[in-house]
């Protein structure tokens, strides 16, 4: 595959992320967030055992620990992530998320000692810059969705990192079978536990959303069926299948389609506003966003090598 056909299909996982903001408040509207996930994770695990449960006869320890991992991180990504969608705005969720890129060289600083180059340092600071209008220069427009939002924000960093290196130089359908299927196994655990502690009244629930319980609306069907397959299988199975052919910034700069594809439907389906100090911080973000990604494609140019 081609580095412009994985980014594509990167392009294309991302628009379906965005939309999955959407279906995920919808869920969310008659289901408790982890319980939601949960219900979630199990549909997309059936499923994916249902299509490629064959491909796991003769899984080698390596590649059950690699997913495992990669699960978790996932799993717990997608945790905070649901939690945030349930206490703030779709679109400023989407648009905190979309500050993975600039923190992907800083984690990779703290766990490989990468040098953090000079374009990623001013992404770094323009998407914080950003952050800072986003949530209101007096922060009085800070929520709890927002800072649970933030915290998603170096578990899909530290996922973005590891599934590069777990998938480099792994070629074939069934690999990428096997790790899609050992992703859902690695993230249902934390997220179940979750439930248990914090929705089924093992103790009291800290805010009344998290003791609703599930009621089988359309609208959760919906949501679920959409999260559940197109948005957990498909996104995780392109993400496992393309991203070993680009890299991690390259697949997070495809993936600032997310963001806008979920303002666009957040103000289009569910009529979200977006005030101009918001649209002007999300601008800045996106902005440090493309500052880390095409400096250094730019500095890769008048080197005149690779990037």
Same mark, same amino acid.
């Given at each position: 595959?081609?580095?412009?056909?994985?980014?594509?299909?990167?392009?294309?996982?991302?628009?379906?992320?965005?939309?999955?903001?959407?279906?995920?408040?919808?869920?969310?509207?008659?289901?408790?967030?982890?319980?939601?996930?949960?219900?979630?994770?199990?549909?997309?695990?059936? $499923? !994916?055992? *249902? &299509? /490629?449960?064959?491909?796991? =006869?003769?899984?080698?320890?390596?590649? +059950?620990?690699?997913? @495992? #991992?990669?699960?978790?991180?996932?799993?717990?990504?997608?945790?905070?992530?649901?939690?945030?969608?349930?206490?703030?705005?779709?679109?400023?969720?989407?648009?905190?998320?979309?500050?993975?890129?600039?923190?992907?060289?800083? $984690? !990779?600083? *703290? &766990? /490989?000692?990468?040098?953090? =180059?000079?374009?990623?340092?001013?992404? +770094?600071?323009?998407? @914080? #810059?950003?952050?800072?209008?986003?949530?209101?220069?007096?922060?009085?427009?800070?929520?709890?969705?927002?800072?649970?939002?933030?915290?998603?924000?170096?578990?899909?960093?530290?996922?973005?990192?590891?599934?590069?290196?777990?998938?480099?130089?792994?070629?074939?359908?069934?690999?990428?079978?096997?790790?899609?299927?050992?992703?859902?196994?690695?993230?249902?655990?934390?997220?179940?536990?979750?439930?248990?502690?914090?929705?089924?009244?093992?103790?009291?629930?800290?805010?009344?959303?998290?003791?609703?319980?599930?009621?089988?609306?359309?609208?959760?069907?919906?949501?679920?069926?959409?999260?559940?397959?197109?948005?957990?299988?498909?996104?995780?199975?392109?993400?496992?299948?393309?991203?070993?052919?680009?890299?991690?910034?390259?697949?997070?700069?495809?993936?600032?389609?997310?963001?806008?594809?979920?303002?666009?439907?957040?103000?289009?389906?569910?009529?979200?506003?977006?005030?101009?100090?918001?649209?002007?911080?999300?601008?800045?973000?996106?902005?440090?966003?493309?500052?880390?990604?095409?400096?250094?494609?730019?500095?890769?140019?008048?080197?005149?090598?690779?990037?």
């Amino acid at each position: 595959m081609k580095v412009w056909q994985a980014d594509l299909a990167i392009i294309g996982a991302a628009c379906i992320w965005g939309l999955s903001f959407i279906f995920t408040r919808w869920g969310l509207d008659d289901c408790s967030p982890a319980l939601f996930l949960l219900c979630r994770f199990a549909l997309a695990l059936g $499923v !994916s055992l *249902i &299509l /490629f449960g064959r491909f796991l =006869k003769g899984l080698d320890s390596q590649t +059950v620990r690699q997913g @495992l #991992v990669l699960g978790f991180l996932m799993g717990t990504g997608y945790l905070l992530q649901t939690y945030s969608v349930n206490f703030t705005e779709v679109s400023r969720a989407a648009f905190i998320a979309a500050m993975t890129l600039p923190a992907i060289p800083v $984690v !990779s600083f *703290i &766990l /490989f000692r990468e040098k953090v =180059k000079s374009h990623n340092l001013v992404g +770094v600071i323009m998407a @914080l #810059v950003g952050l800072y209008l986003l949530l209101d220069p007096q922060f009085t427009g800070l929520r709890s969705g927002d800072i649970i939002a933030l915290l998603s924000v170096p578990m899909w960093a530290l996922y973005l990192i590891y599934i590069n290196v777990y998938t480099e130089g792994r070629e074939g359908f069934e690999f990428t079978a096997r790790l899609l299927i050992l992703q859902f196994v690695g993230a249902i655990p934390l997220v179940l536990l979750t439930v248990i502690i914090f929705e089924t009244g093992l103790i009291a629930p800290l805010h009344l959303d998290l003791g609703k319980g599930l009621t089988l609306s359309p609208h959760f069907v919906i949501g679920l069926l959409f999260c559940g397959i197109l948005a957990s299988i498909g996104i995780v199975f392109i993400q496992t299948a393309c991203q070993k052919y680009t890299t991690p910034l390259q697949a997070m700069l495809c993936f600032q389609f997310e963001p806008v594809s979920a303002t666009v439907a957040a103000v289009l389906i569910l009529g979200e506003e977006v005030g101009m100090k918001a649209a002007l911080g999300a601008m800045v973000i996106i902005a440090g966003v493309l500052a880390s990604e095409l400096g250094g494609l730019w500095l890769a140019r008048k080197a005149g090598g690779p990037r």
